[in-house]
């Protein structure tokens, strides 16, 4: 980040100077997270590990969701267990550590929850998912451990309505994936499994656009895809 420089438009990050300016487009971070960023020169060395994990996030809610939605054959599903393991848990992780480091705790929470949450899906299906014989009685509890994720996910959407307005789009659209395929395996419902496959191929679209927008003002220096803040600094 340099120093003493007018910022470019449609940013609030300098090119040149002695001035250090927050860069907005960070879609994680709230009002705290910016004054921090302005508070901290180390800080301002990291880059903004925002789009990484967002693009963990997609890829892996894209596959998965394929699946659900029934656009793919069931059979082809293990595709989606590697892809969990590696980018939407490992590497979706170590983006929740970097927002640490960047003191945005929105990021943080977000990030390291999604990504231990994609280590635990991978870990059921590989390891535990055969203890439970009884098909229906899987359904039930992979149901109700999805709707438990809602449950998170709705404190993280009240706490998204001062971040960004693709992020709370985001996670409006991520608690009524969680609840819909949640509530369609706990009453064996394949069409609300299939509705809730669909919600998540729009939750990974939305993912995806708020990833390329964080990347795109990195790599442009301008906003070139908006996503406007809902906070005022």
């Known amino acids: ?13 300098a090119r040149e100077g002695n001035e250090f300016l927050a860069d907005l487009s960070d879609p994680t971070a709230g009002r705290v997270a910016m004054a921090r960023e302005l508070a901290s020169e180390n800080v301002r060395m990291i880059a903004d590990p925002a789009p990484l994990g967002l693009g963990c996030f997609a890829l892996t809610t894209f596959l998965l969701s394929l699946f659900n939605a029934g656009l793919l054959p069931a059979a082809g599903e ?10 939407g848990g490992a590497i979706q992780v170590l983006a929740g550590m970097w ?21 635990s899906f991978w ?21 109700w451990y999805l709707i438990g994720w809602g449950i998170f996910t709705v404190i993280m959407w009240v706490a998204s309505l001062r971040t ?13 994936t ?25 939750t990974a679209a939305v993912a995806w656009y708020a990833c390329l927008a964080g990347v795109s ?8 895809l908006p996503n406007p803040p809902l906070y005022k600094l």
């Open 217 to 224: 003002a990195s790599t442009f220096g301008r906003t070139v």
């Open 178 to 202: 969680f609840f819909v395929l949640g509530i369609g395996d706990v009453a064996q419902n394949e069409g609300l499994v299939t509705l809730g496959g669909y919600l998540g191929l729009v």
């Open 123 to 143: 870990a059921f299906v590989t390891f535990y998912a055969a203890d439970i014989p009884d098909a229906g009685d899987r359904a039930t509890v992979v149901g």
């Open 164 to 176: 960004t307005a693709v992020l709370a789009l985001l996670f409006t659209l991520l608690a009524a």
């Open 99 to 119: 927002e640490f480091r960047k003191g945005n705790v929105f990021g943080a929470t977000a990030f390291t929850s999604y990504g231990a949450f994609w280590l």
């Open 78 to 87: 293990p595709i989606v267990f590697g892809v969990a393991l590696a980018y």
């Open 1 to 13: 980040m340099a120093v003493n420089a007018a910022p470019d438009a449609g940013t609030k990050t």
